[in-house]
């Protein structure tokens, strides 16, 4: 079982208001009926769904007992989709500005692999990549209840409540040394997978030399360490040829002009929806 951080709960809260009188699945708790259901367009537009088709994440298609994943409520493929696929055939120029891009959008695709990925058998999916004026691109790392829901490698955080440590104060130096090697350095930050993008990244001789990554900040703690972690492995891995270059939904959709929109409605979709919070009770989760 996932262990949810107050964040999680949060953003499972405000999907399940968002998700009342709205066509859910009978059988599995937090799922809509059908991926259309969890989709502002109501359906995908074809290059996008095609896209998806073509990936491996299972992400549209139920397969045994299991889901599709967009029809989650809180799954981050629907929360990209709604945030970017209105904007596939419009201009996309206040989103470029609104991402602090140095050029203009001229293209978006989803579930986009780099080539040449030298650990087989595959090369992980960037969730989305945009292709600039000039032909520049940027990756991008899509993130939503992803960074609040994982286990930290190691031992719980709570083994480690200060110094000089449960293990020495027990009189086990020796054991405290080779315990504080499986502390986790990160507790909300995925730094492997980002490893692995960024391997994947350089490996392609024709990469992105940005990636941005994108996460949802509900403004709680743990929301607030995670975005102290990011900015930490940016600055770690600052100075190498792929940058990493954190933002977050709120910064983006905050920085959009006032009335600007991809498609009629779209702000207040995304804004009611995703931007709105609620607190973690309200789920009725422990």
Known sequence: MLNLSDSAKSILAAQVRWSRGRPLDSERSHYVAKSQDNLFLRRLKPETEAEFLAADGAELSDTGKRPAKMRALVSSSALAVNFFDAWRDEDKRQLSVALGLPREIEALRFEWRPDNYPVRPRSPNLDLLLTLAGGGRVAVESKFTEPYT????????KYFPGTPGLWAAA?????????????PAWQYLDVPQLLKHMLGLASDPNSPTILLYLWYDTGLADARIHGEEVARFS???GGDRIRLVPKTYQEVFESLSPGFEPAEGWRAYVGDRYLRRVVPRETGIQ
């Open 150 to 157: 994982g286990a930290a490698p190691g031992l719980s955080k």
């Open 235 to 237: 600055e770690q891995v």
């Open 171 to 183: 009189g086990l130096g020796a054991v405290q040394t080779l315990a504080d090697t499986l502390r």
